[in-house]
């Protein structure tokens, strides 16, 4: 099996640097294409992959196509597959807002496609992907597909439809959880603590608390209430994150997130 890249941007990276560490394939199995050929000089230096010369030449060397390019080139990336792609090719696309509909128009209905939303802790590979199908998607095909999703982290199946609310719950929340991050070392630091050490507590801490709420099957206000105890320090600063709209805040930002790739999907 060979996989192929359109696009190394960062999220292509992050899959490829996932994929290899993790050896789900072997590097030479790896083709990439990018226009950009400083990044594609870097990738294939540091990781062993192929540089192919055109979309063309990288969909007839490739069983899975992964388009990791802006959703507003995918149109001009589309227009150069047409007429390229192998029966039995699978086309994988990571770009927000891009539905399977859009890559059928113009590839055709017979063609075989992944929809998928990874995040960027794939580089780490401790990513959260998630996935769906189109209907000429076979049963050992979509087992390929997890393990190579799984190879840089986790993945799960959803409908199409809730692809735009995943996005705000996941694809964009790294950037929520590095502000939060961020201000809580700020409080640290105001309290006299060095930033160094501050972000080392701190992310070893949301990383514990992320693991129990994974490995416990506990309720997240379960185990927020634990923590919490009577007149004591931790729910005088939960009163403190109430009192500035803290969980409606995240609220609103996953609607906006949301609305933002209904938006980019002409929906």
Do not use: W
């Not at 597909?145 to 735009?164: A, C, D, R, T, Y």
């Not at 927020?224 to 995240?250: H, M, Q, W, Y």
């Amino acid at each position: 099996m060979k996989i192929g890249f359109i696009g190394t941007g960062n999220m292509g990276s992050s899959i490829i640097k996932g994929v290899s560490i993790s050896k789900f394939i072997e590097s030479e199995n790896i083709n990439i294409f990018d226009l950009d050929k400083e990044k594609v000089r870097i990738l294939v230096e540091k990781y062993g992959v192929n540089a192919l010369s055109s979309e063309k030449e990288l969909a007839e060397n490739s069983d899975i196509v992964i388009l990791a390019v802006k959703p507003h080139i995918i149109p001009n990336v589309l227009e150069k597959l047409k007429g390229n792609v192998k029966e039995n090719t699978i086309i994988l696309t990571i770009a927000a807002g891009i539905s399977i509909s859009v890559l059928e128009n113009p590839l055709g209905a017979d063609k075989k496609i992944v929809r998928t939303m990874p995040n960027t802790p794939a580089q780490v590979l401790e990513g959260m992907t998630a996935v769906c199908f189109n209907k000429n998607i076979l049963e050992n095909e979509k087992k390929t597909i997890f393990e190579l999703l799984n190879s840089f982290g986790k993945s799960v199946e959803i409908e199409e439809k809730l692809m735009h609310a995943y996005t705000g719950i996941s694809g964009s929340l790294p950037a929520y959880v590095y502000m939060f991050m961020e201000a809580l070392a700020d409080g640290g630091v105001l309290e006299g603590m060095p930033r160094d050490k501050a972000y080392k507590i701190i992310s070893q801490a949301v990383l514990g608390s992320a693991k129990m709420l994974l490995e416990t099957g506990k309720h997240p206000g379960q185990l927020k209430d634990e923590v919490c105890s009577p007149g004591g320090t931790t729910i005088e600063a939960v009163r403190a994150l109430e009192n500035g709209n803290f969980r409606g805040n995240l609220i609103e930002a996953v609607v906006a997130c949301t609305e933002k790739s209904k938006r980019m999907a002409g929906e």
